[in-house]
């Protein structure tokens, strides 16, 4: 560990916010800061955002952070992005965006993703990418869709980015990206570590059109001096290459060795499962991916809506509590978590399919929509609430479910990101899968984790090893509690029944 003050900044640009956080040298958090934003979603299922925007909030955040810190800019040795995956970003070859970025989670790909879907074998398409289902949210599809759509713009495109590649550019003038980012472009040969130019020759785009291949950790060069000037930085600040953001939660929370379960719920629901090598049975339908760290590998489990459902509901049903925690300058999500804690497990029979945008694994339905079913007289605000909880929990059963079907042990599920800011969320996992669940005393593991990155790329940590060690500590427990046990198994088998029904339905 290097001696003296010196700190890391590690930023985490998920899908719906922006957080970020100062780190020093002896693994302590010296600043946190985040803003939300609201993406740009139509009915024609697009959801898209301004790459403005990304940059804004990035250069605003940092900005908070120094004032909040008062650490001189000169001490911010390094710094690393935890980025959302999948979200194209097409530039021209000046670096400037031609359109809005095509977010994740947009689903107007399907027709392209069935093309491919056509055209590629499913083993073939695993053994390369690791993914399993060809789904409209890799970005191979967007390109294609792209190219009948938008031919135009398609002609112009200087490269392919995704967001941490984006900012990345924006910060060095270089474009960069890393392993665990593009494992789910459906281009990249994540045993090979190369892009896949079978796919780019049937999207018809060149490897000159995407950014240079790193390692997570390789350090890109210093920041210019207009991001200097737009973050508060100085131009002798290391840009490191992140991570994925589900595997930069991992090692924000200590998931570094084969063996171990992090789960996030955040906008959406991932879970990071480390493995020594690659799985690539296509017939597990679950994906695997490069790893942050060197030579390793997840599967990636995962539910395109989680946290996001319950935004969506804080957002059109809940302004009284939201201007309530404006009064009480509190979290506005406690005081609408609060109203599920007085309504039973199982919610008296009100259930809830998250999926409003599609599904992710193991069903890859990009068709399914949201469901509220079993509604009566006499339920209140906190029915609803819990239903939510209780949905997204029985759709990371379904996919621990789909692991310990594999043969693949799961002991504790170490629950991140937003969800594990509440009880209620860890205690409804316990008690739905009997698995115990625990929480860490630092919830804004992907954050932690880009700053780790960074922190072993500049040498200010020996390795992610020794890292953890100090700043990974267990906050709580929660044991399955054997009475909602029973009434959460029937909740889970009336979820599948529930979905099986509706599947086909839309």
């Not at 008062?70 to 710094?79: C, E, F, H, R, S």
């Not at 991916?289 to 804080?314: E, I, N, S």
């Not at 059109?316 to 609060?338: G, H, M, R, T």
């Amino acid at each position: 560990m290097a001696h003296g003050k010196t700190y890391l900044l590690g930023i985490d640009a998920g899908t719906t916010s922006i957080k970020a956080l100062i780190l020093d040298s002896e693994s302590n958090v010296i600043a946190f800061a985040g803003k939300e934003y609201t993406l740009d979603t139509g009915a024609d299922e697009s959801c898209e955002l301004d790459p403005e925007i990304y940059w804004k909030i990035t250069c605003s955040i940092i900005q908070e952070l120094l004032q909040k810190s008062m650490i001189d800019p000169a001490l911010i040795k390094g710094l690393a992005f935890s980025s959302q995956g999948e979200t194209i970003i097409v530039v021209d070859k000046y670096g400037k965006p031609l359109r809005k970025a095509i977010i994740w989670l947009d689903n107007r790909s399907g027709k392209e993703a069935k093309i491919l879907d056509d055209r590629f074998d499913k083993q073939h398409l695993m053994e390369i990418t690791g993914q399993p289902e060809i789904q409209p949210l890799w970005p191979a599809t967007r390109i294609l869709w792209l190219k009948k759509n938008e031919p135009e713009i398609f002609k112009q495109v200087g490269k392919f980015l995704l967001v941490e590649d984006y900012l990345l550019y924006r910060l060095t003038g270089k474009f960069c990206t890393e392993y665990s980012l593009v494992s789910s472009t459906l281009y990249f040969d994540f045993q090979r570590k190369i892009w896949w130019d079978e796919m780019l020759s049937f999207l018809d785009i060149s490897p000159e059109q995407l950014p240079d291949l790193h390692p997570s950790g390789s350090v890109i060069g210093e920041l210019t001096s207009d991001a200097a000037s737009a973050t508060g930085l100085t131009t002798n600040t290391l840009c490191v290459t992140g991570s994925y953001d589900h595997p930069a939660g991992a090692i924000g929370a200590g998931n570094i060795a084969p063996g171990m379960v992090t789960l996030t719920i955040g906008a959406s629901m991932a879970m990071c499962v480390t493995l020594n090598k690659p799985i690539t049975d296509a017939s597990n339908k679950l994906p695997c991916q490069c790893h942050a760290l060197k030579d390793l590998y997840f599967l990636l489990p995962y539910g395109q809506t989680a946290g996001m459902v319950l935004k969506w509901f804080k957002d059109e049903f809940c302004l009284e509590e939201i201007e309530k925690s404006k009064q009480l300058n509190c979290d506005p999500y406690d005081l609408i978590v609060a109203h599920a804690e007085d309504v039973p497990a199982g919610a008296e029979g009100l259930l809830m399919l998250p999926h409003l945008m599609g599904t992710g694994s193991p069903e890859f339905n990009a068709n399914m929509k949201g469901v509220f079913a079993g509604i009566q007289m006499g339920m209140m605000k906190g029915h609803f609430v819990r239903s939510i909880i209780e949905s997204v929990v029985a759709m990371t059963a379904r996919n621990i479910e789909m692991i310990t079907d594999k043969g693949i042990e799961v002991n504790t599920v170490y629950m991140l990101g937003g969800g594990a800011k509440n009880r209620i969320w860890s205690q409804t996992l316990a008690d739905m899968t009997g698995i115990p669940v625990a929480t860490l005393t630092q919830t804004e593991n992907a954050s932690m984790g880009a700053a780790l990155i960074a922190g072993v790329g500049v040498g200010i940590f020996k390795d992610f090893e020794s890292a953890c060690s100090v700043c990974v500590k267990v906050q709580a427990r929660f044991e399955p509690n054997p009475e909602n046990y029973a009434v959460y198994r029937k909740v889970y088998s009336e979820y599948i029944r529930l979905y099986e029904s509706l599947k086909n339905f839309w």
